[in-house]
């Protein structure tokens, strides 16, 4: 595929189960990084991948919120316990690498709600 | 902190008017900035970015100058049309770092 993948682009869950987001991005981007895009509120930093380590993980908002990424490759961002709060539009992003000069190519997003 | 401000949306246009986008920024150090675009049902697009001060991005008749005197980049387009209405993020990065500080996001709609 030409671009990032993101499954599935909806998901409706029950307050308190776990969710399961996955990305793919763009074969050969090494730098991988997931977004919230909050009703209203623009996007919100999540995490950060570079190859299979995450360097920066300052912007999970609590422990109920992880993320890992294997082979280089497709990402999975989980959220145990779900709650109404974590309502929003899930995005990833890849890039060749970190290098500011390189830019971010975005997937179409997660719709998350939680009832 | 690194900030993004832009102007609240929606914002809607009648085909052909001129469109302006407000974008302001806060940031130490000199940022990149970008305006980006999300079509309905898409991801993200980049629409156009500038480097450094006095730069002008350009795209798809979209322009948008980086002033740092007044820390703005608003986006301008001479003649809008339908296929233009989707949100639209400004956008910063600065030195050094890999993460986007985004504004909240302008919604555009463009009447026939």
């Known amino acids: 595929g030409a671009g990032v993948s993101q499954s599935p682009s909806n998901k409706v869950t029950e307050k308190g189960k776990d969710v399961e987001l996955r990305c793919d991005p763009i074969s050969g981007h090494t730098a991988l990084y997931w977004y919230r895009q909050s009703l209203g509120q623009g996007l919100e930093f999540l995490i950060y991948?570079?190859?299979?380590?995450?360097?920066?993980k300052s912007g999970l908002p609590s422990d109920r919120f992880s993320a890992e990424r294997t082979g280089g490759s497709v990402s999975t961002l989980t959220i145990q316990r779900t709650q109404q709060e974590d309502s929003a539009v899930y995005l990833c992003?890849?890039?060749?690498?970190?290098?500011?000069?390189?830019?971010?190519?975005f997937g179409a997003g997660t719709r998350l709600s939680v009832l | 902190g690194n900030s993004v401000t832009q102007m609240e949306g929606p914002v809607t246009l009648s085909e052909e008017a001129f469109l302006t986008i407000n974008c302001t920024y806060t940031?130490?150090?000199?940022?990149?900035l970008f305006w980006y675009v999300q079509y309905p049902g898409e991801g993200l697009q980049l629409l156009l970015k500038a480097t450094k001060a006095d730069d002008k991005g350009s795209n798809k008749g979209f322009e948008a100058t980086y002033r740092k005197e007044t820390t703005s980049f608003h986006l301008e387009k001479g003649s809008v049309q339908v296929s233009d209405s989707a949100v639209y993020f400004c956008?910063?990065?600065?030195?050094?770092?890999?993460?986007?500080?985004f504004g909240t996001g302008t919604r555009l709609k463009v009447l026939a």
């Open positions: 992003a890849s890039s060749l690498d970190r290098d500011r000069k390189n830019i971010q190519y």
């Open positions: 956008a910063l990065k600065t030195s050094g770092t890999y993460k986007y500080i």
């Open positions: 991948f570079q190859g299979n380590s995450a360097p920066d």
């Open positions: 940031a130490t150090g000199y940022p990149s």
